[in-house]
């Protein structure tokens, strides 16, 4: 009986305990998690997007994120490596370097320069039938509100190709919905991104427009192969130009062509030959030739 007594009063005193503590309004509160942090932080920053870009009646819309990177003032460097020194060291007692802690704390007291949390940041701003496309780094300090803005690209399209401009941006499947990218839409994104950081002004929207296009054909087609691709484009492009041209009496035959001059193995072109076999025998077909980026480059 005294190992059960022994037992019960410490839980009884415990649950006694809680009951005071509850009553006098006192709650376990967590500490904010990283995770959490960086949810505020972003949701302040979209907030003053928002309210700034209304101010000149254009309508944001965050799309994406990339890593946030930290910049610290030297003062602050210079302290985060005094405290490595003493965490290495913790076995020892350093009164000197306790002093050059206390030292440069009050360095960072006086310093004007502040911690910055930079965000990579995915929006859109759209104002009637205008709509434009960025990709900034956005300076926050510690209290979320906006020290600066540098934009890293940023490119306008037509509203057919809003949706595809967004799946682009945040490189979202096109072809397999909610299962998740396929390893040629990924590849798709990266070719036709660094083409397209590469670009500015119109001939980046130019640019832009065509990699939506294809998006879209090969959305109704169901596949990103070149191609196929190229199949469909050419025909299309055939029949707005020969609309009574019967498209089922076409043949299409699709080349890759490689400079192997001096060992060399160079991509030069796509060529796309287009024979109507219902035409005469010395009709010559057509030859359309497209750069590596489905771009129509002549036609023959």
Request: net charge negative; with cysteine; hydrophobic share 35%.
């Amino acid at each position: 009986m005294k190992k059960a007594d022994s037992f019960f009063l410490p839980c009884g005193f415990a649950a006694c305990l809680f009951v005071v503590l509850t009553g006098c309004g006192l709650r376990y509160m967590p500490g904010a998690t990283a995770e959490s942090i960086e949810e505020e932080r972003r949701f302040a920053m979209q907030e003053q997007l928002f309210n700034d870009y209304k101010t000149i009646g254009k309508h944001y819309k965050p799309l994406t994120y990339g890593e946030l990177t930290v910049v610290k003032p030297d003062s602050y460097r210079r302290l985060d490596s005094l405290y490595a020194i003493k965490y290495r060291n913790s076995h020892r007692t350093m009164p000197e370097l306790e002093e050059q802690i206390e030292v440069q704390k009050a360095i960072i007291d006086n310093d004007t320069n502040r911690i910055l949390y930079v965000e990579t940041h995915w929006f859109e701003l759209s104002q009637d039938s205008t709509y434009e496309f960025f990709i900034s780094e956005i300076s926050l300090t510690k209290d979320h509100r906006i020290y600066d803005v540098r934009n890293l690209e940023s490119f306008r399209t037509e509203k057919q190709y809003v949706r595809f401009a967004e799946l682009f941006m945040k490189e979202e499947s096109l072809l397999n919905g909610e299962f998740g990218l396929r390893s040629d839409e990924m590849t798709f994104y990266s070719f036709y991104k660094t083409r397209a950081a590469a670009l500015s002004g119109l001939e980046k929207d130019r640019f832009m427009a065509h990699t939506f296009d294809l998006m879209r054909t090969a959305e109704a087609i169901g596949t990103l192969s070149t191609e196929a691709l190229l199949r469909v484009r050419t025909l299309e492009t055939i029949h707005r130009k020969y609309p009574m041209l019967d498209l089922a009496n076409l043949k299409v035959g699709v080349q890759e062509i490689v400079d192997t001059e001096g060992g060399k193995n160079e991509f030069m072109y796509y060529s796309v030959s287009v024979l109507n076999t219902k035409a005469d025998a010395n009709e010559a077909p057509f030859v359309y030739r497209y750069d590596a980026y489905l771009q129509p480059w002549s036609e023959q």
